[in-house]
């Protein structure tokens, strides 16, 4: 692993502190019926599980068990097939277990999540049967154990297949000894595959078969081991290499890989691989505890989802639909793996949606969304393999697009950083597309520089994110063009919007100015003095990253006046201001250019959101949305949105259908954890500000271990909407700066119960000079009532041109208001008036006739000062 011994020893401390004595509450999927022997069964209701090295659907049949495997690396090409589902990704193998149990009572089927375990158990004739079935990552094998409550009682035939032979496709199946072999070649890329299954029964006979089948009987118990593996490797050769079947050439075959995979794993017992991955497992998953109060409910999980909400159940789903993000994504993203595509990895199909690949204009980013925020920073190391192996194509395509689109600025010895990419897959990085801007390369740079931010390594910084960003904003310097005295990007695509090949649109605006910053920070950082860091300089406060609009609304397109002037257009030719992207909105979320430190942004965002609306089935949009409306702290709307994916898109086996039909995509599983998340946590100004989006329906909870900016681990726990108590971990010291009504008047100690020092800001906001490894305790924290804001602010008609006149709807709290403007395009608010007694105010200014545009707040002021958190706004343009 790439951490520092110093991050390391802090990650130990961190887990003692605050992980495994708090994980008490067991978080389970659980079914009274095995899961339909279909496809619909397999997306509805099978279980998933995983190591990195494949991923597993798990049946629990009872007649014959059912467990799909997939291997991202066992690709077709599906280049000329057209409509959703393309060849892409391939399902590696089909695997049974023949039992012939068919007089059954008392089924249970159970993945529990706080093992990492999944379950089956049943009574058949007179005897209990078990299986328990874990997906090692430190052993890269899958493990099965069966027993039944008899000796002699346990017969099975272990038979697995390959599915989808024929179309590119070769394979065969053979058994000798215990061990069966399947083994093939994908045809297009020549990828050889293999997979070895081995049989350890105790007591009882095993017979090995011509048609690759092992039949064990009248055993007391046995276990399986599964082991596979490709000829692929993540290598710069393979993107670089434009001959398909030439790709992996040179890569050793699979089999002495999968060979010694299964040797060492069958050199252990069961229960030290048992071991070895629960250590692995717990290690990450325990880490962060969520709670809610859920009680687990005496219902199947089936049932659970379909009742949602409820008010005896809901919490508990809630709480563990949180940590199946978190369990998904240890699953499917661990270092030495691919990292997890449209669907993870999880696969069934010849022709998946999208080929099951990698885009880059929100997928991806929504894959590793909690990857930080919930405390699993060294999965993202995954990704990290996968990015170093393309972008040497991508700087390729970098020098192409600056000689195609600014050729002044190319650079005759090749030095033109990288270009981001739309999609991509194991084997290829296409170039440009029109459905989405060169904004996906600095789009991968934020989540770089989030890998340094919430880690703070410096080695991390140096070694791994400094490279990359700064590559990407040589790119970004050198395709960026003057255009009425700023930088824009020519071409320009809002993601997936029809309006394409543009100019300057939000989404690359935003991405670019976010990287540069970045650039220039961790310059800083480090010490740097690269060639082209005055250049970035010079040109940050030219790349013009917002634009207001005439609804009030971050414009997505500077071309646009009022919010649904652009935008898809559907059949019928009328606008669709509800599209599945909010691109404009990315320096809100996950960027960290809309903050409460711009607040006049903050008020726009908040406006597309509205404007946005509810309309969006797509699941990864509402997670989406759940992260957006948290950022502007907006609890109820943020909840509303977490339960319509609940409730709409999460299925029995809580995998997200992607917009109905039973569509999987993995993004909104991960997607909804984060923005569960940035409903408990935030840090995006570098002020930890704790429960700024809690909803009225969590009065009650906890949690542990969440990961802020700075590396700070944050847990809460509060009680009828007001917090206890809050413990912050400095895992890598530094300033720590802290939000919370009232923080200055609490009570701060170590854990070790000594005070601690502290500066107040305000009534509000705290600052402390932190040691790594301290643990800093707030308790007694005073209540906080909120200032109730006035609403409904308008402008009365006026016949004066250097006046203004407004009113707006009273706040009951109000002993007077203040009255703000921000002029066009302005980050920020300038007082304008104060102590203002009644619900009206005439505005007056000499200037009125050279300003186009303005947006006016006004907000209330209680007798204690305080003033109310939010305000009411309108925009006024000049006539």
Same mark, same amino acid.
């Given at each position: ?166 179309? !590119? ?30 049989? #350890? ?42 001959? &398909? ?308 609304? #971050? ?19 009328? #606008? ?33 959101? #509205? ?48 917009? !109905? ?54 847990? &809460? ?71 109730? &804001? ?90």
């Amino acid at each position: 692993m790439f951490f520092s011994k110093k991050l390391l020893m802090v990650m130990i401390f961190s887990a003692t502190v605050f992980g495994f004595a708090q994980q008490n509450k067991t978080l389970r999927l659980w079914y009274n019926e095995p899961t339909p022997d279909n496809d619909k069964g397999w997306v509805n209701r099978s279980i998933p599980m995983g190591n990195g090295y494949m991923g597993v659907n798990v049946f629990g049949g009872t007649s014959k068990e059912r467990i799909q495997i997939t291997e991202n690396s066992l690709f077709a090409n599906g280049e000329k097939d057209r409509g959703l589902k393309r060849r892409g990704l391939n399902n590696f193998a089909e695997v049974f277990i023949d039992f012939n149990h068919n007089k059954i009572k008392d089924y249970k089927q159970e993945l529990n999540l706080n093992k990492g375990l999944s379950f089956v158990e049943y009574e058949n004739d007179g005897v209990k049967y078990t299986r328990e079935y874990f997906t090692s990552y430190p052993d890269k094998v899958m493990a099965i154990r069966l027993s039944a409550s008899k000796k002699g009682k346990l017969s099975f035939t272990l038979r697995p297949t390959i599915p989808f032979l024929g179309e !590119g496709k070769s394979g065969s199946v053979s058994a000798k000894g215990d061990i069966i072999t399947l083994s093939g070649m994908m045809e297009y890329y020549k990828i050889m595959y293999e997979g070895q299954f081995k049989v #350890i029964p105790e007591g009882g006979k095993l017979k090995t078969n011509k048609n690759g089948t092992i039949d064990v009987s009248d055993a007391d118990n046995a276990v399986i081991l599964i082991a596979i593996g490709t000829n692929y490797k993540l290598d710069s050769k393979v993107f670089l290499t434009e001959d &398909a079947g030439q790709k992996l050439a040179g890569f050793s075959a699979p089999h002495n890989k999968v060979t010694k995979y299964l040797e060492d794993a069958a050199d252990k017992s069961y229960e030290e691989l048992l071991k070895n991955h629960q250590t692995d497992y717990t290690a990450l998953y325990n880490r962060v505890n969520f709670d809610l109060g859920g009680i687990e409910p005496n219902m199947p999980t089936n049932k659970l989802v379909d009742l949602y909400p409820n008010k005896d159940s809901s919490k508990y789903l809630e709480e563990l639909a949180f940590q199946y993000g978190r369990y998904m994504l240890i699953c499917s993203s661990r270092k030495g793996s691919l990292p997890p595509n449209l669907q993870g990895i999880w696969n069934v199909y010849q022709r998946p949606p999208w080929s099951s690949k990698y885009l880059h204009d929100t997928n991806v980013q929504m894959a590793y969304a909690p990857v930080f925020s919930t405390n699993l920073s060294e999965l993202f190391e995954s990704y990290t393999d996968y990015f170093k192996a393309f972008e040497p194509r991508q700087r390729l395509y970098a020098t192409e697009y600056v000689k195609q689109f600014n050729k002044s600025q190319l650079d005759a010895n090749g030095d033109n950083g990288w270009s981001g990419p739309f999609w991509s897959s194991p084997y290829d990085v296409p170039g440009k597309s029109k459905i989405a801007g060169f904004g996906t390369g600095s789009w991968i740079g934020l989540l770089f520089w989030d890998y340094y931010d919430y880690t703070r390594d410096n080695d991390v910084l140096e070694e791994k994110v400094y490279p990359v960003i700064y590559d990407q904003a040589n790119f970004v310097s050198r395709f960026v063009t003057k255009t009425d005295g700023v930088l824009l990007a020519k071409p320009s695509s809002s993601p997936e919007q029809k309006l394409r090949n543009t100019i300057g649109t939000t989404f690359d605006q935003q991405m670019f100015y976010e990287n540069h910053h970045n650039v220039i920070k961790g310059a800083e950082i480090l010490g740097r003095s690269d060639s082209r860091l005055s250049t970035f300089e010079t040109q940050l406060p030219l790349l013009d990253p917002i634009q207001v609009g005439k609804s009030g609304q #971050i414009k997505e397109f500077r071309q646009e006046g009022y919010f649904d002037d652009f935008g898809d257009p559907k059949i019928n030719k009328v #606008i669709d201001v509800n599209h599945r992207h909010a691109s404009m909105l990315l320096g809100l979320y996950p960027g960290i250019l809309i903050t409460d430190k711009t607040p006049a942004w903050l008020d726009a965002a908040e406006v597309s959101l #509205i404007k946005r609306d509810h309309k969006t089935n797509i699941g990864w949009a509402r997670a989406e949305r759940i992260a957006m409306w948290a950022r502007v702290h907006d609890g109820e709307e943020a909840y509303s949105y977490y339960k319509e994916l609940l409730s709409e898109n999460y299925m029995h086996n809580l995998f997200n259908d992607h917009r !109905g039909g039973q569509l999987f995509q993995a993004d909104a599983n991960y997607g909804a954890t984060a923005g569960v998340a940035e409903m408990l946590l935030q840090c995006q100004d570098y002020v930890i500000s704790p429960l700024t989006a809690l909803p009225k329906d969590w009065s009650e909870g906890s949690y542990s271990g969440l990961l802020a900016r700075g590396n700070f681990e944050v847990s &809460a726990e509060w009680s009828k909407g007001q917090a206890k108590k809050f413990e912050v971990l400095s895992k890598s010291g530094g300033i720590l700066e802290f939000r919370y009504p009232n923080v200055s008047k609490a009570t701060i100690k170590t854990s070790k119960g000594k005070a601690v020092k502290f500066v107040a800001k305000d009534h509000d906001f705290i600052t402390i000079k932190t040691e790594v490894g301290q643990n800093y305790v707030i308790t007694e924290i005073p209540e906080y009532i909120a200032v109730i &804001a006035p609403s409904k602010l308008k402008i009365d008609n006026t016949a004066h041109e250097d006046e203004i006149k407004l009113s707006w709807n009273k706040s009951k709290d109000a002993v007077s208001y203040n009255l703000y403007r921000a002029v066009g395009n302005a980050a920020t608010y300038e007082l304008v008036a104060s102590q203002i007694k009644e619900n009206e105010f005439v505005y007056k200014a000499s200037d009125l006739n050279k300003i186009d545009q303005m947006t006016f707040k006004v907000t209330a002021v209680r007798a204690d000062k305080r003033e109310s958190d939010k305000g009411a706004t309108v925009i006024w343009l000049l006539p």
